[in-house]
């Protein structure tokens, strides 16, 4: 399989290009902060993007999705445009991560048609501390015929209006232990579920989630009890790849708006896109994207062919997306001098989303390291 | 099985098969890169030779070259598939040659059937060694503006002048070379000339590098006939088939970021050199973060290779993107040897011990330090993106 992207491919990239850059654009993220919107998004571009087929791309056909062979690839072509935009959307967190998670499952009948119909938000609960990492501490009793839950998780997007949270809690073992983890689906109305939204630098909503004794069937359980594990890494390796191609378009859309600027900023009585000083520092950030862009695109080919050397793949790609846009969010600042500092000018939005994606499902500096220990060192 | 299935299957079966197991080993060296030509000397490794020829023979040298010059004749998606194999077994290139990098994608798009026929198979089998004249003492990053002349006399050109960062002239067979045709015009004065440098006239100085090594010659050339029949494209046309050329030149180079054969060498060293603690980790939790960050670029890297080669085949790639890999493969390159270096601490250092094998490892990081200056500098490929692919303002 040739690395670009084929022509389906580029038509659905064509098609996403307009819908989001026609639906969503940054003013619409900044209307949304302007007026201190409590949902973090539109709910009407959620039905949209259902209307538009996007939130079935990576269902099944038997389950009401699209089908066609559509994968991560696909998702990725929806992701950049809505990190190009800048646009908020419960897309990742929903159509992405938890739809991987329950592809399978029995709880899948339950949500996936609310997905498909645009209606539905999914939430995940994974992280307990500031920096994301391995360990699940909160813990789930076994409590009749199902569990308990008890504890907390952070840096939960869309958590306080999610109909579904997609929880990692500890049934057997010690926090850092890979097995004894099991990955459940609890519904927002679950009594003893508070989450308290935080507005973060970027504008986004993210709760801190607390568990107060959580009562969930035994059929909450999604995977095996104790063997949740394998389908977190599922969600985690869709919701790297997907964060990864949104950092794509957050990076790309910082670069392609610096580089505007650099051809119609005159000083000195010319363009200041003719100093080699710019040009350089351009040209370089242009050569980071490019990298990141092949590494994004090996990891969802990667994904979608379920080859084993994906889950290296997807820690390549988060790790040199959050790179390569980390640069680029701070070179176009930079480039656009004092504009740039104004809250006026969009290139500000760039910096806080890149940061809020870079550390989402772990930084560079997690990836770095897992893929050091995966080779020996 | 789809035809292509069989294809890696066939492959992966010849490949296990009839790659000797010592071109499996890393490439630690020069010496373990084998560059052909009529004074290749297989006396120390004739395994190199053996699996060149068994390539060679069905084409594999040069995969994706039409059978009748010598090629596999192989389409875009085979000659993956054997590159892939390749790679799984490890496989070194069976043959290094500016002659397949360079001349030959040049030959293929400007020669003529004539010029084809009389080079292209030769290179494919690893008969003859090319060396490339086109740097001159003042003609280095501004190379249009080279003076080497080559004046009319007939049937053949007179070529006289001096020609500097020469690669392997003194090992090379033949040239392919940039001459000045006319003075009337600065690009469009050149031509590109081929002729043999046991020709009378040419002589060939190596120059002492930092490294103690001379990959680098002056070529001097007094008086020396070249057949018109040489010259390839029309004449003053021979800049188009120089830059043609040179997009070639930057993708070779930048494929020493992919470290293929190399794969892997730099945790290895760093493992060897300074042991894991009771975590299983490097010993040196800051130069262990310094490798695991160069090992996500260097993956990155590689997967832009495919997606380079990939969109180069299909005609997808932008005219300037060798540049780019350029760019960002040779500096990846000697970011390694730097942390390499680092690794190695005080025993990297040593530079005529026997365990050091006459110091490999740091003559190889001081090689790398020309990677950003041969083939058009870092700074000359960053000028080249901001122009032709970002489309920035001239100064």
């Not at chain 1, 813990?139 to 869309?158: C, D, I, M, P, Y």
Request: negative net charge; contains cysteine; glycine residues 10%.
């Amino acid at each position: 399989m040739p690395l670009f992207l084929n022509d389906e491919q580029t038509m659905l990239r064509d098609t996403a290009k307009d819908f989001v850059a026609g639906t969503a654009p940054v003013s619409h993220m900044r209307a949304l902060r302007d007026a201190s919107d409590a949902t973090g998004f539109s709910r009407d571009l959620w039905k949209q993007f259902a209307e538009m087929g996007f939130t079935g791309i990576l269902i099944p056909e038997a389950d009401g999705g699209l089908g066609l062979g559509l994968g991560h690839v696909e998702a990725g072509v929806v992701l950049e445009e809505i990190g190009r935009n800048l646009s908020p959307s419960p897309f990742l967190t929903t159509a992405v991560a938890a739809v991987e998670a329950l592809k399978g499952s029995g709880q899948r009948e339950r949500w996936f048609p609310g997905i498909l119909s645009g209606e539905t938000v999914a939430a995940l609960a994974i992280d307990e501390k500031a920096k994301h990492g391995n360990a699940v501490a909160m813990r789930a009793e076994r409590s009749g015929n199902g569990f308990r839950l008890s504890g907390a998780k952070q840096f939960v997007t869309h958590g306080h209006v999610a109909d579904l949270l997609l929880v990692a809690a500890r049934t057997a073992g010690a926090p850092e232990d890979v097995s004894g983890v099991t990955l459940f689906a609890v519904s927002k109305d679950a009594a003893g579920l508070t989450a308290d939204p935080q507005r973060l630098a970027d504008s986004s909503l993210a709760s801190r989630v607390t568990f107060d004794g959580v009562e969930v069937d035994a059929d909450a359980v999604i995977g095996e009890v104790d063997g949740g594990r394998a389908v977190l890494d599922k969600l985690l390796n869709a919701g790297r790849t997907g964060a990864a191609a949104e950092l794509l378009g957050v990076g790309g859309g910082a670069m392609d708006m610096t580089v505007s600027y650099l051809k119609e900023r005159k000083q000195f009585g010319v363009l200041i896109g003719s100093f080699q000083a710019l040009q350089h520092r351009a040209a370089h950030l242009y050569a980071e994207l490019e990298v990141a862009r092949a590494a994004v695109l090996k990891a969802q080919q990667l994904l979608d062919t379920g080859d084993d050397g994906a889950d290296e793949a997807v820690s390549v790609a988060k790790a040199m997306a959050g790179l390569a846009s980390s640069l680029a969010v701070q070179e176009g600042v930079q480039m656009h001098g004092g504009i740039g500092m104004t809250d006026e000018y969009d290139i500000g939005f760039y910096m806080k989303r890149e940061r809020v994606l870079a550390e989402l499902f772990g930084d560079a500096n997690f990836h770095a390291d897992h893929l050091a220990r995966a080779s020996g060192y | 099985m789809s035809d292509l299935d069989n294809f890696r299957a066939e492959t992966r079966a010849w490949l296990e098969a009839n790659v000797p197991p010592s071109m499996r080993e890393p490439v630690r060296g020069d010496a373990d890169v084998n560059w052909g030509g009529r004074s290749a000397d297989y006396g120390k490794n004739p395994d190199q030779k053996l699996y060149m020829d068994r390539m060679a023979a069905r084409g594999w040298t040069v995969p994706d070259w039409p059978t009748a010059y010598g090629g596999g004749g192989l389409s875009p998606e085979q000659s993956k598939i054997l590159r892939e194999e390749m790679q799984r077994i490890r496989a070194r290139n069976p043959l290094s040659s500016f002659g397949i990098s360079m001349l030959g994608p040049a030959l293929l798009k400007y020669g003529s059937e004539a010029q084809k026929l009389e080079h292209l198979p030769r290179i494919a089998r690893g008969e003859i060694r090319w060396c490339q004249g086109y740097s001159e003492p003042n003609a280095g990053s501004d190379l249009a503006s080279l003076a080497t002349s080559a004046e009319d006399a007939g049937d053949h050109y007179v070529v006289s002048g001096q020609k500097v960062w020469t690669s392997y002239a003194d090992k090379a067979d033949w040239i392919f070379c940039l001459v000045r045709t006319s003075k009337e015009s600065k690009q469009g004065g050149i031509s590109f000339v081929l002729f043999d440098m046991e020709s009378p006239g040419v002589s060939t100085k190596p120059i002492l590098l930092i490294s103690g090594y001379s990959p680098f010659c002056e070529t001097f050339f007094d008086n020396v006939k070249v057949p018109k029949a040489n010259r390839i494209h029309d004449e003053n046309k021979g800049w188009d088939v120089a830059k043609y050329l040179l997009g070639h030149e930057r993708e070779m180079i930048s494929a020493m970021g992919l470290g293929l054969s190399s794969e892997g060498t730099l945790v290895e060293i760093a493992v060897e050199r300074m042991g894991l603690d009771a975590n299983g980790r490097l010993a040196d939790p800051l130069l262990r973060g310094q490798i695991a960050l160069h090992e996500v670029r260097a993956r990155a890297f590689k997967a832009m290779s495919e997606r380079f080669l990939d969109e180069l085949k299909a005609g997808r790639a932008h005219p300037a993107q060798p540049s780019m890999m350029k760019y960002y493969g040779t500096e990846l390159n000697k970011s390694r040897h730097e942390l390499e270096m680092a690794a190695g601490g005080s025993d990297t250092l040593e530079w005529e011990s026997e365990r050091s094998v006459n110091g490999a490892a740091p003559r190889a990081w001081l090689r790398t330090k020309a990677n950003s200056i041969e083939g058009g500098t870092s700074e000359v490929q960053l000028n080249i993106i901001a122009k032709r692919i970002l489309e920035l303002p001239g100064a």
